[in-house]
């Protein structure tokens, strides 16, 4: 494979992953669900048990999750400031 056709790979399964994991992680989970999920990816990680390939994956979804997360919260803080502006 010539470096130009790799490099279209690496990009279309990139986003193949991207997608995936976005798609695991619904909107409609609770924070605490998601935190749950983020804690067992990173006792997986913190194991050194799992091949580089996996541990890429579940890196890859610790940040979707964070990111997930990090959501949540700033919409919760806008909700309680709505809230606190309307009294």
Do not use: H
């Amino acid at each position: 494979i010539a470096p130009t056709q790799s490099r279209i790979w690496d990009r279309i399964i990139n986003y193949f992953k991207e997608k995936f994991v976005s798609d695991k992680i619904t909107k409609n989970q609770s924070i605490e669900a998601k935190l749950q999920m983020l804690t067992k990816i990173v006792e997986a990680l913190e194991s050194d048990e799992l091949p580089l390939e996996e541990s890429l994956q579940k890196f890859e979804e610790g940040i979707a999750l964070t990111k997930a997360c990090q959501e949540s919260l700033e919409a919760s803080e806008k909700r309680i400031a709505q809230l606190l502006t309307k009294e």
